[in-house]
């Protein structure tokens, strides 16, 4: 039975249920109930992650929809590898676990980092917002915009040290390999230093030990308030509102780089269907509240939402052009 005929089913009633079971057909579950809700950031605190559990949890429970608290704990390592493996392996069917995912899980899924796996190995719940690439400098660096930089890099590209979370492949690495590549500057000569997740390598930035922080837009809202940072460009599709309104896209600035970044969930693949269910009418009656939008809107985060099938297709479709994106870059077969 699909997720959607139990979905409407479950609407019908027990009566409906009884019917069926009376022609051979297994009656509805009723929804699973979670004692234990728990979603798992594959990082370090401070990160897009971290964000990204904390906006369920929070929005959860504000709204009613999540009758006890979420708990939010870490598991860094390999920008999400360890986590998606420790899912895998030992909390495969755990119904009270969500597990935060980014754009950069399909990135690593396509370019082989998560070992063998390739993305059908667990349930694909939700995408929920929307972030952006950003390329941010600390407010006293000696650039004032993306051409700029580049043309510093044209002249030198080992000069200036960037940094962000992930090694050689991340898709904090590929914000600045593909920025470069649009300025003809070859992305294997940039110095990049790799750091778990988006906080340590803010944390860098601000303490000067890197130059260019190649992040997420939601992740140096307060930094870029507080007057802290520069941002040279959103790899956005067109300029984004709030804090964000002044600060140009690349695009505007003759570079053709985006770099969308959804934020979601997903379950491990033995979860039941009436587990997944269960998560899934959860996100699609919270999406649709004011509480919802205004804490994705607090976050620096942006609308876009993709739930259950619609999800999975969209993150295995997302898979197979980064694996073509990498093989372009040198980094799969």
């Known amino acids: 039975?699909?997720?959607?005929?139990?979905?409407?089913?479950?609407?019908?009633?027990?009566?409906?249920?009884?019917?069926?079971?009376?022609?051979?057909?297994a009656p509805v579950q009723a929804a699973v109930e979670l004692d234990k809700p728990e979603c798992l950031a594959?990082?370090?605190?401070?990160?897009?992650?971290d964000l990204t559990c904390r906006l369920a949890a929070t929005s959860l429970q504000q709204t009613g929809i999540l009758k006890k608290p979420m708990a939010v704990n870490y598991m860094p390592g390999g920008i999400g590898a360890v986590a998606y493996n420790h899912v895998i392996g030992v909390r495969d069917d755990d119904p009270n676990l969500i597990v935060a995912a980014s754009t950069g899980a399909a990135l690593n899924l396509a370019e082989g980092k998560f070992g063998k796996y390739d993305g059908s190995e667990v349930r694909w719940l939700g995408a929920v917002a929307t972030d952006y690439g950003a390329i941010v400098v600390?407010?006293?660096?000696?650039?004032?915009?993306?051409?700029?930089?580049?043309?510093?890099?044209?002249?030198?590209?080992?000069?200036?040290v960037f940094g962000a979370g992930g090694t050689v492949g991340s898709q904090d690495w590929m914000k600045a390999a593909l920025t470069a590549k649009a300025a003809d500057i070859d992305p294997r000569k940039l110095r990049y230093v790799a750091f778990e997740g988006g906080g340590e390598s803010l944390a860098a930035l601000l303490g000067n030990h890197i130059q260019v922080f190649t992040g997420d837009l939601s992740e140096i809202e307060s930094q870029l308030k507080g007057g802290k940072v520069r941002v040279l460009a959103?790899?956005?599709d067109e300029r984004?509102?709030?804090?964000?309104?002044?600060?140009?896209?690349?695009?505007?600035?003759?570079?053709?780089?985006e770099w969308p970044i959804w934020r979601g969930y997903y379950m491990g693949g033995k979860v039941s269907?009436?587990?997944?269910?269960?998560?899934?009418?959860?996100?699609?009656?919270l999406v649709k509240t004011d509480q919802f939008k205004q804490a994705r809107q607090a976050r620096g985060l942006f609308p876009f939402t993709k739930l259950g099938p619609e999800f999975d297709a969209y993150v295995k479709e997302r898979i197979a052009h980064f694996n073509q994106l990498a093989k372009e870059m040198g980094l799969a077969k």
């Open 1 to 25: 039975m699909t997720i959607r005929i139990r979905s409407a089913l479950m609407a019908l009633g027990a009566s409906a249920a009884v019917s069926l079971s009376s022609l051979g057909a």
């Open 42 to 49: 594959p990082a370090k605190p401070g990160g897009g992650y």
């Open 138 to 160: 600390r407010e006293d660096a000696p650039w004032q915009s993306l051409d700029e930089l580049m043309e510093d890099l044209k002249q030198n590209p080992g000069k200036v």
């Open 234 to 236: 959103a790899l956005s």
């Open 240 to 257: 984004q509102g709030g804090a964000f309104a002044d600060v140009p896209t690349a695009k505007e600035q003759g570079y053709d780089v």
């Open 273 to 285: 269907d009436e587990a997944y269910q269960t998560w899934l009418d959860k996100f699609t009656q």
